[in-house]
């Protein structure tokens, strides 16, 4: 076990440079320079080299990520060794650290990423049972069209429709943005109430593709598990159909859905992109978007490394899950 | 008193393709504390019979009609809610693949203890004292340290072994018993007819034993079924069945059959594939593949009916009683002859 | 002592014209562990020092329960997979360490049958592709040639050669096994290694394959390594039969002298396990029923393999030293047993398998 974790956490790293390292060989190959643009269009070369030298932009590529590994260090050991936070590096191009973008961003995507997630189990477990309990029946064949229509609609496509008719037409949702969750801003809509209200829209333009996956995927599981031997032994046995269903259809049913659900959340970042820049939440992919667009390698880097270890987190955290509550699985 | 009366069986299944008639008019009866084998190849319909009785069938597309008395009731029209309360009370099933039949998430004594507290109003405590009772009857050794483990942590023999606990944790009248011992070794095969022998006397349960293998039938069982595609084509006695064997799907059986003690350079095989049971052949459904189908035999049906002198075996063949004998004689004498020879 | 020839298992005696020679063939399977760089801790002793050779024309018959590693034997044998140690000669030449290149034409000699019909034919081909695969490979002949070759083969194994652009699962179960034989005999082979190939078929069914394989023997000269759990059908079709128990051969006979006369208790308790179809002979019968499973070939039992579910077992002995597989006194030449106590007699008598005390006394003092 311990040893696992410690495999775990080695790969982890290891994955951490490599994804890293990536992101700053494609940045290095874009021929943008960023102490031209961090120094404004009325810069001199001479200015423009002394920004280049403040913010190390004038040094070789493999300098420049040692240092930003180094930053990204929790420990450090100048003046003996100790523990810091782990520093992403300032933006070029607003005025801001990387740590402070991730850290108000980071509430706004989990907020989309998490809704979402819980909508679309919500809606995907009772209709993948049902269905697959009646199989062709009027609900059955509704439902799989539904999952057709969901798996080839797009995030952004379906986002402007539900836009055009919520909003514009109807004026039942607010066009975009973010109520904070806690803290009551001043003159800002917030709490939980406005919170939820924001994000109806969103939740549903990011949950629908997956909602439609799941929807398959469940009834697939349902309907494969009620085949097994040991199924038709509980009926054997006398247990009624109730228990059948609870005790010995669903543990096994939803085994792979937890698996699944902790590789998908690694994609679902990848699609609340989307989503962000429709509803105009300041979240992870946001600042993505808004850091490609400037050249602003730290800002992309930052959100990279973040999201990154986000995803390896849960994933273990889904892997030692799936190892408690299947017996069958020894992590090793 | 018969323990279960089976008369006119017929169980059909409603597929995309038409309705395949998996049994087809099976009657037969079974005494408490007796052992009835029914042989056949696979889609004989020997699986399926069982399931009916169970009322294990897919409700969805199965058509069943006929009487199966249990102890005075008829299984096929009893509700549901009273099918459960026999099923694995008073009808204890085993099935084949003791790899797949218990569910990989719950410990062995989960599975066991669900079964006493189906039927049983009893403190979880008690039900686990039974549980672990039986684990120890069957043969699992160092029992206490097990009954906590999970079904993968056994081997094919020893889930099995846990299969026939869980069968008879509740004192079954009847144990059936779906190729028990196919999936598993030869040594294991041998350990497990044994348990069941020897848990068959001490708890004077009656067995059915479904089984491909004439060998399992012959070691085990009182009287014997022989079916052939949906349909019962010889049923007696084992040692007349055995002895005096009277259809030539039965004849066929024991000669295709390789054996420790006799020499035979070629095995007798019967000719062509089982048929189907979408369209199942007119008249006798062994004709295609009977080398002494004669022209009755592609119209009319044959009846189970009494072997001459005989009133407890019954076979369903055309053929007349002569040839039946010379056949029977003929094959049997060859193996002996060849026994004695080696 | 009992043992004539105390020579290491090893040295066989060839005359030199033998088809395949295994000599002293290991399978280990590396059991590993590590948190990034793995290392091995254990080994999974699949197959543990196997000898024999097969003669062209015969039929050698391989028993023993699953995990007794017959079916990774084969596996080595054909080199599917490579083997730990040992040496494996195939027409005079050795073939342990040839390259897949080298290979190539002892590949053609060799073909292998599987068990599961449905398993071992890609669904997606039709059956004159999968027929014809191997002849494509070897490129033996042209086009045409090889659909008459496709044709005359499926005819041979007794299926309706008009039936080559059908898919394999428009056919039964045994007559896939059939398209599996085509498919093993299509470049003439002269070795084919059979492997479980009845064991998921009907009776009725198994007959017809187990007569094809003899007529096919009979008219092309084959040569067979059989491979089953089926101690019925191993002893049908075989020559010589070898009863495998945790990777080693526990017991080496013509076929007439391990049925009648087993030695190895190993043996005398899988034939007394096996069901006969004759209730009076059953009911007469004395049976020894193995007591346990299986150890794992992770951790093999020391000395003699079989001594942890042996009625014959004896402490001090079995349990230390690993008997050999030779030949005895009072044995034929061609009969091996590995096995420091082999029984006097069989059938059993009433005392079953125990070991007779007093003989023992008087036996070896090794």
């Known amino acids: 076990m311990i040893q696992y974790l410690i495999r775990r956490l080695i790969w982890a790293v290891a994955l951490l440079l490599v994804v890293t390292m990536i992101g700053f060989v494609l940045f290095y190959l874009v021929p943008a320079n960023p102490a031209k643009q961090a120094c404004g269009k009325a810069c001199t070369p001479e200015m423009i080299a002394r920004v280049a030298h403040y913010l190390g932009t004038d040094r070789p590529w493999y300098i420049q990520y040692v240092r930003f590994v180094g930053r990204l260090m929790p420990v450090s050991f100048h003046g003996g060794p100790h523990f810091k936070t782990p520093n992403l590096g300032k933006s070029f191009v607003s005025n801001q650290t990387v740590n402070r973008i991730v850290v108000n961003a980071a509430p706004e995507t989990a907020s989309l990423v998490l809704g979402g997630v819980v909508l679309w189990m919500l809606i995907a477990l009772p209709v993948g049972i049902l269905s697959a309990l009646r199989p062709r029946s009027l609900l059955d064949r509704t439902t799989m069209t539904g999952v057709l229509i969901g798996v080839s609609t797009h995030p952004l496509f379906l986002g402007l429709v539900l836009l055009y008719f919520f909003t514009n037409k109807l004026h039942w949702f607010p066009i975009g943005g973010y109520a904070n969750f806690w803290h009551p801003a001043y003159g800002e809509p917030s709490g939980p109430l406005q919170w939820a209200y924001h994000l109806i829209l969103p939740w549903f333009t990011f949950a629908v593709l997956f909602m439609a996956i799941y929807v398959r995927m469940i009834r697939a599981n349902v309907m494969e598990t009620m085949n097994e031997d040991y199924v038709r032994t509980a009926r054997a046995k006398g247990a009624p159909e109730s228990l059948v269903m609870r005790s010995h259809i669903l543990r096994n049913a939803l085994l792979p859905v937890v698996t699944m659900l902790g590789m998908d959340i690694g994609v679902a970042l990848g699609g609340a992109v989307f989503t962000e820049s429709i509803y105009g939440l300041h979240g992870l992919g946001w600042w993505t978007i808004w850091g490609l667009n400037n050249f602003d390698s730290p800002t992309v880097l930052g959100v990279l490394v973040f999201a990154t270890t986000m995803i390896i987190v849960f994933n273990l955290f889904v892997d030692l899950l799936y190892a408690w509550i299947d017996p069958r699985i020894r992590l090793a | ?342 | 002592m009992t043992t004539v020839t105390a020579e290491p298992e090893a040295q066989l005696e060839l005359r030199g014209d033998e088809l395949l020679v295994v000599e002293n063939l290991k399978k280990y399977f590396p059991v590993t562990r590590g948190i990034v760089f793995q290392h091995q801790v254990a080994a999974v002793q699949a197959v543990d020092g196997v000898s024999f050779a097969v003669n062209e024309g015969e039929t050698i018959g391989i028993v023993g329960e699953s995990g007794c590693g017959k079916s990774t034997m084969a596996r080595c044998i054909v080199r599917l997979l490579d083997s730990t140690s040992g040496r494996i000669v195939f027409g005079g030449k050795d073939i342990t360490k040839l390259s897949r290149a080298e290979l190539r034409p002892y590949r053609r000699e060799m073909m292998m049958i599987f068990q599961d019909p449905y398993a071992s034919l890609n669904p997606r081909k039709r059956v004159g592709f999968i027929v014809a695969e191997a002849l494509q490979v070897h490129k033996v002949g042209t086009p045409a040639s090889i659909k008459q070759r496709v044709q005359e083969l499926l005819e041979v194994v007794g299926l309706n050669p008009e039936h080559y652009n059908r898919f394999p699962h428009e056919f039964s179960g045994g007559q896939r096994q059939r398209i599996g034989i085509a498919r093993a005999l299509a470049i003439n082979p002269k070795l084919i290694i059979c492997d479980e190939p009845v064991s998921a078929l009907d009776v009725s069914v198994q007959a017809q394959i187990l007569n094809l394989l003899k007529d096919l023997q009979r008219d092309f000269n084959l040569t067979y390594i059989f491979i089953a759990h089926d101690l019925n059908v191993v002893r049908h079709i075989s020559d010589r039969v070898f009863v495998m128990y945790l990777g080693q051969i526990m017991e080496s006979g013509v076929r007439s002298e391990l049925y009648e006369s087993p030695k190895h208790p190993y043996t005398g308790a899988l034939l007394s396990a096996v069901p006969i179809p004759d209730p009076e002979l059953g009911r007469s019968r004395r049976r020894v029923v193995l007591e346990g499973d299986v150890p794992s070939p992770l951790n093999p039992p020391s000395g003699c393999r079989f001594h942890t579910r042996c009625p014959r077992f004896v402490e001090g002995k079995c349990d230390v030293e690993l008997p050999e597989l030779v030949t005895r006194e009072n044995l034929s030449p061609t009969h091996a047993v590995r096995c420091h106590f082999p029984l006097e007699r069989w059938p059993l008598g009433d005392e079953g398998m125990r070991l007779d005390r007093a003989a023992s006394a008087s036996a070896p003092e090794a």
């Open chain 2, 1 to 342: 008193m018969a323990l279960l009366e089976v008369k006119d069986l017929k169980t059909y299944f409603a597929t995309g393709d038409g309705i395949v008639k998996a049994v087809d008019g099976v009657s037969f009866s079974i005494d408490p504390g007796q052992t009835l084998g029914i042989v056949g190849e696979s889609g004989s319909g020997k699986s399926v019979t069982c399931l009916t009785i169970m009322g294990l069938n897919p409700k969805r597309n199965t058509i069943s009609s006929g009487e199966a008395f249990f102890k005075g009731k008829d299984l096929l029209k009893t509700s549901q809610q009273q099918l459960r309360e026999i099923r694995g009370n008073d009808i204890a099933m085993i099935f084949q693949d003791p790899m797949t039949s218990l569910n990989p998430v719950h410990t062995i004594g989960h599975q066991l203890m669900e079964a006493v507290l189906l039927h049983n109003d009893v403190p979880k405590q008690q039900a686990r004292a039974r549980a672990l009772e039986l684990l120890k009857q069957v043969g699992i050794p160092r029992a206490e340290g097990r009954i906590d483990d999970y079904p993968h942590q056994f081997s094919g023999g020893m889930r099995q072994r846990v299969m026939i606990a869980m069968a008879l944790i509740n004192n079954p009248d009847l144990l059936i018993a779906d190729e028990p011992t196919t999936a598993l070794d030869v040594t294991t095969q041998a350990q497990i007819l044994d348990l069941i022998v020897k848990l068959q006397q001490e708890y004077g349960s009656a067995v059915i034993m479904i089984t491909h293998d004439l060998g399992v039938v012959a070691e085990i069982a009182d009287e014997v079924i022989v079916m052939y595609a949906a349909e019962i084509a010889e049923r007696g006695h084992v040692d007349r069945i055995f002895n005096n064997p009277r259809h030539p799907y039965t004849w066929g059986l024991m000669g295709s059959l390789p054996r420790l003690n006799a020499d035979v350079e070629r095995l007798v095989q019967i000719e062509g594939q089982p048929p189907s049971l979408l369209r199942p052949p007119k008249g006798c459904r062994f004709h295609p593949r009977c080398a002494y189908a004669m022209d009755v035999c592609r119209t009319v049906d044959p009846v189970l009916a009494p072997v001459p002198g005989e009133p407890d075996h019954l076979q369903a063949c055309h053929l007349d009683a002569e040839t039946k004998t010379r056949e029977a004689e003929r094959l049997l004498g060859a193996f002996a002859t060849e026994a004695s020879a080696s």
